[in-house]
C-alpha cells in the first residue's frame, strides 16, 4: 500500500469517526445493546427487510419471546405466525432451529465466537460478524448493503458488488479499514452512515465529512455506485386457488417441499407457468382435481400479485361451498375461526383479511 492510499483510508476511518460521535443521532431498540440473542434475532430480521418493515416484528419478537429458551419452546405456528408479512420465510425456519440448538444444546447460553457463531443456521459472514462485533466486540467487519455503498462511492470501486470479485474485494478493504479496537462502534458508525448520509438516492453530499476525498462526489457520479451485475428477469408463476368451505370447515395444507412460503399454509390449488385460460384448466390432470372438490371454472377471477426476489406471483381465489367432505392428501379441514390463527403467505393472509369468514363459522 502506498502512502497516498494509506493516507486517503486513514482519512476515511477518522473522519467517519467523527461523524459519529458528533452528528449520528440515529436510534434503534437493537442499537448499543450486548444481548447476543437480541442483536441475532434483529440480525435475522432485518435480512433483505427494510429496517422501518423489521422495527415492529423485532419489539413483537422481544416482547413475546424475551429469551432464546422463550422461542424455542414457542410452537413453530405461532412463530410463523408472528413472522407472517416479513417474507423470507427460510428465515423464520432457520430461527426457530438455531432458538432449538442453543437452548437444548448449548444450555441456552449464545456462543461468543466468530466461527461458532457463523455455524449456526441461517447465520453467514455477515451476520456472524455483526453479532460478534456488536456482542462481544470481536475484529470482524460488518458489510451489507449500506457499508458497500459507502466503500464503493468512496473508494470509486466499480468492480459489481453481486460478483464474487466485488464481495471479496469489498471484504478485504473493510477489515483493512475496521477499528480493531472499537469494532462494534466502528461497524455500526459505517451502517449508520450509509443509512443517514451516503443514502441510496439523493446522498448529502454537500454536507458530508468525507466528500473532500470522495471519490464519487469528486466525480459527481453517486448514482452509478455501487455497481451490479445485469438483473435477472423475474419467472411468472399462476396460483389458482380454491377455498372448499363444508359446513364451518376449510381445507388447507401446509406447504413442505423445497420451495417459496416453505411451512406455510395455502388452500389447494392448480399451478400454471402461463397465463390460465379455461381451455387449459379443462385439460385432463386439471379437470380431475376439479371434479374432486366438485366444482367447475365458467370465468377466471382477477388476479392478485405479489413480488418475490426472483418470482412473480399471480394468484386467484375461487370459492367452493362443498356439498360432502372430501379428502385431499396433505390436507386438512380447519375451522373459519381459527383460519387467522395460522401463518399464510402475504397474498393469501390477504385475502383471508377481505373475508368474513367468522360469519360463516
Given amino acids: 500500500m502506498d502512502v497516498k492510499e494509506k493516507s486517503v483510508q486513514l482519512f476515511f476511518v477518522s473522519a467517519l ?3 459519529n460521535q458528533n452528528q449520528n443521532d440515529r436510534s434503534m431498540p437493537w442499537k448499543g445493546i450486548k444481548d447476543p440473542y437480541k442483536i441475532w434475532l434483529s440480525e435475522i430480521i432485518l435480512q433483505q427487510t427494510r429496517v422501518e ?6 419489539n413483537k419478537f422481544v416482547k413475546k419471546y424475551p429469551t432464546i429458551n422463550d422461542l424455542a419452546s414457542a410452537s413453530e405456528n405461532e412463530v ?10 427460510s428465515r423464520c425456519k432457520n430461527l426457530i432451529a438455531t432458538a432449538k440448538f ?6 441456552g447460553v449464545f456462543p461468543n465466537t466468530y466461527e461458532e457463531i457463523l455455524g449456526l443456521k441461517g447465520v453467514g459472514p455477515y451476520t456472524a460478524a455483526a453479532i460478534s462485533s456488536f456482542a462481544f466486540n470481536l475484529p470482524h467487519a460488518v458489510v451489507d448493503g449500506n457499508v458497500m455503498r459507502v466503500l464503493t462511492r468512496f473508494f470509486g470501486i466499480d468492480t459489481p458488488i453481486d460478483s464474487t470479485e466485488g464481495r471479496f474485494l469489498l471484504n478485504e478493504l473493510a477489515q483493512k479499514l475496521l477499528d480493531k479496537k472499537k469494532a462494534n462502534t466502528y461497524n455500526q458508525a459505517i451502517m449508520d452512515f450509509g443509512a443517514m448520509v451516503c443514502k441510496p438516492k439523493q446522498p448529502n453530499c454537500k454536507t458530508c465529512l468525507l466528500s473532500p476525498k470522495c471519490h464519487s462526489f469528486n466525480f459527481s457520479t453517486p448514482d452509478e455506485f455501487p455497481k451490479k451485475s445485469k438483473a435477472k428477469a423475474k419467472s411468472n408463476r399462476w396460483f389458482i386457488y380454491f377455498v372448499p368451505v363444508y359446513k364451518s370447515k376449510v381445507l388447507v395444507g401446509k406447504r413442505q417441499q423445497k420451495d417459496i412460503w416453505e411451512n406455510l399454509y395455502e388452500f389447494p390449488k392448480i399451478e400454471l407457468n402461463e397465463l390460465p385460460s379455461l381451455a387449459v384448466l379443462k385439460k385432463s390432470e386439471n379437470a380431475v382435481f376439479l371434479k374432486k372438490l366438485g366444482t367447475t371454472i365458467s370465468e377466471i377471477p382477477k388476479f392478485h400479485i405479489q413480488l418475490l426476489t426472483h418470482q412473480k406471483i399471480h394468484a386467484c381465489f375461487i370459492d367452493v ?8 392428501e396433505c390436507f ?11 401463518p399464510f403467505p402475504k397474498i393469501i393472509a390477504a385475502f383471508i383479511q377481505t373475508k368474513n369468514f367468522q360469519k360463516q363459522a
Avoid at 361451498?321 to 385431499?328: A, D, F, G, R
Wanted: hydrophobic fraction near 35%.
Fill in 80 to 89: 410463523f405466525k408472528n413472522w407472517e408479512g416479513l417474507g423470507y420465510y
Fill in 102 to 107: 442453543i437452548s437444548n444444546e448449548k444450555f
Fill in 321 to 328: 361451498e362443498l356439498k360432502k367432505e372430501i379428502q385431499l
Fill in 17 to 19: 469517526m467523527d461523524w
Fill in 53 to 58: 418493515q423489521g422495527l415492529d416484528y423485532y
Fill in 332 to 342: 386438512e379441514y380447519v375451522d373459519l375461526k381459527n383460519l387467522k390463527k395460522l
